[in-house]
């Protein structure tokens, strides 16, 4: 979900073609999400295989990634690590939510509802361990490389730009300029029509805004994150206004007269000194063809005719490693 930014910042419609070349580092989870959610029946049922396992993700990450391939960008995925603990309270509310969407779901099926069970359906998409496992188990036999973060898999996304081992994060999530990713695109992964893809710069955000990337983060705080609740009734645009006035959250906080449930230093640090590896690689390999086909069509029922097509753009990699001067 991530701290709720749209209002004020402003993104730079951009297109594939100027990411020919460049690696895109993706939020799995998040990416992983939107396939669950998106792909999907009429009625809001998810793909399944003949043991009704949910392949919705499958088909995402084979025909997404293999589409990025042959516009000739280069994908990592990577993967969440152990939350922290005060990330309970939030995915504790997100099961919540979920339990309800799925009795409404089955609900609006019972009634022929389909438009409506489908909206429901989508809200009620859940991660898995056995997505997870299956997800990196395909990303191999694709070629992908992936990499597992020690915690929140944005903040190794971001690292890995800010470091310059990728050129972008892609995510639906503006968390990841919270945690210092120099550049961000949306709609990189989305399903269905063509995508409108988002640029989003860390350095113009703080300059339109003018403030420092620490102000943004006690914004944040101040409107919600993940991590807190945040102060009822503030959404990001007074945030802005009583940072500017106040300088900083906790005198914002005193003007205010509130008490925060957490401590707010504990969710600066998780923004601002998170965890990371810095002990991956960044390899593409050539797709192992027998592989997918006994993985996909053996095990989960699907057509060899499709999975040939994307083996065909998969083919296409470039898998001589970039030069990253290039690319500024």
């Known amino acids: 979900m991530g701290v709720k930014f749209k209002d004020i910042v402003t993104p730079q419609p951009t297109k594939f073609e100027d990411l020919e070349g460049k690696i895109v580092a993706l939020d799995a989870a998040n990416i992983i999400y939107q396939f669950l959610s998106s792909i999907r029946q009429a009625d ?11 392949t919705s993700h499958f088909s ?31 995915q504790a509310k997100r099961r919540e939510v979920k339990d309800v969407s799925e009795k409404k779901w089955k609900v609006a099926l019972g009634e022929g509802n389909i438009e409506e069970a489908r909206k429901y359906a989508v809200r009620s998409s859940r991660m898995s361990s056995d997505i997870i496992e299956g997800s990196k188990k395909l ?3 694709m070629g992908m490389p992936h990499i597992q973060a020690k915690g929140e898999g944005e903040a190794q996304a971001s690292y890995m730009v800010e470091k310059g081992d990728a050129w972008c994060v892609g995510s639906q999530d503006y968390d990841c300029v919270l945690f210092g990713a120099t550049r ?6 989305i399903t ?10 860390l350095k113009r955000v703080l300059d339109d805004l003018d403030m420092t990337r620490e102000q943004l983060i006690d914004v944040a705080i101040l409107v919600g994150t993940d991590f807190n609740q945040g102060v009822k009734g503030i959404g990001a645009k007074t945030g802005i206004k009583l940072i500017k006035e106040h300088k900083d959250l906790i005198k ?3 003007y205010l007269k509130v008490e925060m449930e957490v401590d707010p230093s504990l969710v600066r640090d998780i923004f601002l000194n998170y965890d990371v590896s810095s002990d991956y690689e960044l390899k593409w390999k050539n797709p192992d063809k027998e592989g997918l086909i006994d993985f996909l069509c053996g095990e989960h029922d699907f057509s060899e005719d499709r999975i040939l097509s994307a083996l065909d753009k998969l ?10 001067e290039k690319w500024f």
């Open 192 to 201: 269905g029509g063509k995508a409108n893809l988002e640029l989003i710069e």
């Open 60 to 90: 995402g990450i084979l025909y997404r990634t293999s589409s990025l391939i042959e516009r000739k960008i280069k994908p990592v995925y990577v993967f969440d690590g152990p939350s922290s603990h005060l990330k309970r309270e939030t």
């Open 315 to 324: 083919n296409k990699m470039d898998n001589t490693q970039s030069n990253l």
């Open 139 to 141: 990303l191999d036999l």
């Open 44 to 54: 809001g049922t998810p793909l399944m295989d003949h043991q009704r396992r949910i």
């Open 184 to 189: 961000m695109v949306k709609n990189l992964t």
């Open 252 to 254: 914002v906080l005193k």
